[in-house]
């Protein structure tokens, strides 16, 4: 395919809608970590993108597939953008049991996970890290899931032929959903073991 064919209506819409509610996201997280260290903004920006990508468009895909298939949905917004989504992976166009199913886990697990997760962060609350390392178990679970089998039989429902299919829809996109849990799970790691040595060295003192 030509290079700027693959650039049409349908892709502008999805990828301002993207860029609609990265925005939202970062505005929303920025506000709630007024006041809070750059690390806790920045994950506060992620969590409530996570939070409205799980609600607003997994959600929306999720009723659309058990009342039908993307591909017959009446058009509009969300329904054009997973049916330009599907132009790079054709299983999100038409009911398949095992990305319905995932979705749904990712809505309801992963949304409510992340939406408690802000909570506990702004809330300051004991529990934020185990909530955290959960979440992106969740997240990195759900990308494995996603692609991981369907690589083992050759991958015949990708395209991978268009830089827009398979570079920005594929790679980029489902890519954030590992780059970015694999961060929050190495800033538990860091943060447990500093409260570890924290208490060690209480404990130490005590005696």
């Not at 693959?6 to 990265?22: E, K, V």
């Not at 759900?142 to 395209?159: C, R, Y």
Request: charged share 15%.
């Amino acid at each position: 395919m030509e290079p700027g064919r693959d650039l049409g209506a349908s892709a502008g819409r999805s990828l301002l809608l993207c860029s609609a509610l990265l925005v939202a996201g970062c505005a929303l997280g920025l506000r709630l970590g007024r006041g809070r260290g750059a690390a806790d903004r920045g994950a506060l920006a992620w969590l409530c993108y996570d939070a409205l990508v799980h609600f607003v468009l997994e959600g929306t895909f999720v009723y659309l597939s058990l009342s039908g298939n993307i591909a017959d949905s009446e058009e509009g917004l969300i329904a054009s953008l997973w049916k330009e989504y599907g132009k790079a992976d054709i299983r999100w166009l038409h009911f398949d049991p095992n990305i319905v199913s995932l979705e749904i886990f990712t809505v309801v697990v992963g949304g409510f996970l992340a939406l408690f997760l802000i909570y506990a962060i702004v809330m300051e609350r004991y529990y934020r890290h185990f909530l955290q390392i959960t979440l992106c178990v969740c997240e990195l679970y759900g990308g494995w899931m996603t692609f991981f089998p369907e690589w083992l039989i050759q991958s015949p429902n990708l395209n991978t032929n268009s830089w827009l299919y398979f570079w920005v829809y594929l790679v980029f996109f489902n890519g954030l959903w590992v780059l970015i849990p694999g961060l929050l799970l190495w800033q538990s790691w860091a943060e447990l073991k500093k409260m570890h040595h924290k208490g060690t060295a209480l404990g130490k003192k005590r005696w």
